[in-house]
């Protein structure tokens, strides 16, 4: 396993930077995001981390599939056009020879992320939800497999359940990528999303190669007030990491690992400072013992 | 199934305001809380709910086990004292006739409810926490045996695990449950705390008799700033009530459906208004279809 630089960790930076930044801490692998890879222009990022030598552990991200489950007009055109990004996410990753495209798969049709409920147009039909997640899954499945993508879907804690994902555990992930070649599709594994899971341990074995990627990054305690930005760095917070990290390694996952932190204190630090401590905690808390 | 009103959604209501209350909204049932009846006074309490012709759905609530899971003389102390602590609540459940004991289990051991992370003096061992709940059960499931009061494992949303259950959802409620009779150790279903849960319906048809409290409130989207108060009025949030109250009839359910509401605004309203939308909330909303 070798440490990977999700650059949302270190969000100021551009593609540019960050691979730049990558090369000066000695990683060799970084993951992408779309937004950023769209500002610095696809063709130019491609060039970037070849010449750099850096594998793209993953693009981030595909998914929101579910505002299908609206109904009638309003919900068919966006299933169609959640299709459509999803395709042209998948390209953008073969692009960059991503290890895989982490798929945020939606919550529950017409909830925007991180916005209040409104006051109609949405639907509480949480099992129409997931089914609308695995219909998408049938269409997007084989075009990314004929590009040598794999999907790789993420299970979200279920905080975020009513706004970003309806998948909230490993074991179900896992289920809906049984269909699939695991070349096509596999999970992944969040320590901040999954830590609390009482049947992480057994999941995790069950899901074996189908591990598509490994992030890591704390559970705060307290959230902060924008949940979203509980995650913190290794050590900051309530998560045993070796466990979880001697289990992936233990199901024959060897990729990369990926630190992916949103935090306004580590946004509005040194980027530099961030990756420096990303490594020394990376080794001190994240690393199985030998 | 009957209506219950959860004290603690009208808190200001003392126990025998709420008695009052509700024999006034033609409630035959309601849910107490152990801080309340020590204000009235324990004997008064049973004297009002037996004079009113109340049953008392559920006394809230024993647990907070895991504090013996911190190291030496520490843990053994708080481990002895959450049994005591415990055993007074079997008794206190005795007395009221209650139909269950809720259980909160507690968090890491030394994470203290809403609190910051300590700075030392914690533990990340939730594997550990979980087999000191597993332990502390095999102590007073006997002794509640005993009394006639039936413990009720509750499950709580994982945003709580780091502070106040590492006991997770309903599956691994159900799990640590089977060992015992189950009159003397069953499950709560919460809305609130198992609505995202994949599993939701598998393990609410396996828990069968064993779901001890059947309770309602709707989850808030998004959370407020104090994510204990994420409790809102059933309508207000994400939850498709019906499907889940049939799969609780469908298993066996037969006892009262508690309403237990944390929330600064309910809080603050007028408790007969609150009571009064309680049950036409229940009606509208909770009920399965006929």
Redesign the interface.
Known sequence: MSLSLNQWTTRRWSVAEAVDGCVRHGLEAIGLWREKVAEQGLAESVKLVRAAGLRVSSLCRGGFLTAGGLPGEEGRTAFARALEDNRRAIDEAAELSAACLVMVVGG?PG?RP????PAGGFT????GA?EQVAEALAELAPYAGERGVKLALEPL???Y???RAVL??L??ALELSLPYPQEQVGVVVDTFHV?????LFEDVARAGRRIASYQVCD?L???P?D?LLGRGMMGD????FR?ITQAVLAAGYAGDVEVEIFNADVWAADPDEVVATMRARYEDVVLAAP
């Open positions: 529950l909830v991180g916005e209040a409920l509480r039909d949480l099992a997931r804690h279920p905080i359940c009513p706004d909230s555990t074991g179900q830590w609390w899971d009482p049947r559970y305690h307290p959230l007030e949940v917070g309530v998560i045993d466990p």
